[in-house]
């Protein structure tokens, strides 16, 4: 735990909004492709094209609503993935935090960037790995590779049957294109029904990702924190605490002191009487030194040490485990 004061988030109330949304989003799919289809058979056998393809139209809006809720549920569980890696301690990380979310949105670039993000946020998961290099040698598994996958190819696919639907369909009332408007809406439905199964997968691998993902930082997160409470000096950075200045001595006044006594006069034949030496200046008042900086005790030989100390001088006791 990198800062006691940032702790890693817990993931699995976003997890959660992801699992809801995304099965949402499955079923109005699967009613956008029963509406899709009824169009099919309307153009075919005949009847109310117009009613149908309006009410193909309105699960096409119904839907783009809910996708643009679970991409925000999503990208919100996404970035918080990835900023628990620096909150963990994870070093030398490609991209910023704010990567995480403009990625999405960059043309051409959303098309990879997310994904190594992904790849990340797995390979920083990894429990037990070194987090200074060895983590980016972590191996990323098929699953995240196959919700990449079929992420980009379920929405190829029901963009291209929804543009041939809506160009068949005005294709019907044009002047001497009623066959190609038949056609085009035939295409575009067989594209909305691979789509949709594609897109079906897609929601399950994907929750499957959210899920193994946000487990492994549950069990990282549980870790950093039964260390944090083994070792409370590390939980916090060791700052030196302030020693108060004392306070200058009170001035001394002088005290009135009587004048000296008129010297006696000279006796004949005598030496006068040598004169008495000035009294010696009091001596200087050593200057407090400041205190050493703060020291730590080995809780296993119970010397002071140095609070940056990985290991004891002493007894050679490891203080902070490997990779801190």
């Not at 085009?184 to 909305?192: F, S, W």
């Not at 029904?193 to 930082?217: D, M, N, P, W």
């Not at 549980?222 to 590390?234: G, R």
Request: proline share 13%; with cysteine.
């Amino acid at each position: 735990m990198v800062d006691h004061a940032d702790p890693p988030r817990d993931l699995s109330g976003w997890a959660w909004g992801v699992y809801v949304s995304l099965g949402l989003m499955a079923l109005l799919g699967l009613l956008r492709l029963a509406a899709a289809l009824q169009l099919r058979s309307t153009v075919t056998g005949g009847g109310d094209v117009v009613g149908k393809y309006d009410a193909y139209d309105r699960w096409v809006g119904f839907e783009a609503v809910l996708l643009f809720i679970a991409a925000g549920v999503f990208i919100a569980w996404f970035f918080q993935a990835y900023k628990n890696m620096r909150r963990l301690g994870v070093q030398n990380m490609r991209y910023g935090n704010g990567w995480a979310i403009g990625s999405w949105f960059v043309p051409i670039l959303s098309l990879f960037r997310p994904k190594q993000i992904a790849n990340d946020i797995w390979r920083g998961s990894e429990r037990g790995a070194d987090v200074n290099a060895g983590w980016h040698s972590v191996p990323v598994p098929a699953l995240v590779h196959w919700w990449w996958a079929l992420f980009l190819l379920q929405g190829a696919l029901l963009w291209a049957g929804q543009q041939a639907i809506e160009n068949g369909y005005h294709d019907l009332f044009a002047f001497g294109a009623l066959t190609d408007g038949v056609s085009e809406i035939k295409t575009g439905t067989a594209l909305e029904v691979i789509g949709q199964l594609v897109s079906i997968a897609g929601v399950v691998v994907a929750i499957l990702f959210v899920s193994r993902v946000t487990e492994r930082f549950d069990e990282i997160r549980s870790d950093a924190t039964a260390q944090a409470a083994l070792y409370p000096q590390y939980a916090q950075p060791q700052q030196p605490q302030p020693h108060p200045t004392p306070p200058p001595p009170a001035p001394q006044y002088a005290q009135p002191q009587p004048p000296p006594p008129p010297p006696a006069p000279p006796t004949p034949g005598l030496a006068p009487p040598p004169s008495a030496p000035p009294p010696a200046a009091p001596p200087p008042t050593a200057t407090p030194q400041p205190p050493t900086a703060q020291l730590i005790r080995c809780p296993d030989c119970a010397e002071w040490i140095q609070p940056q100390a990985n290991v004891c001088r002493f007894c050679g006791y490891r203080l902070r485990p490997l990779g801190q």
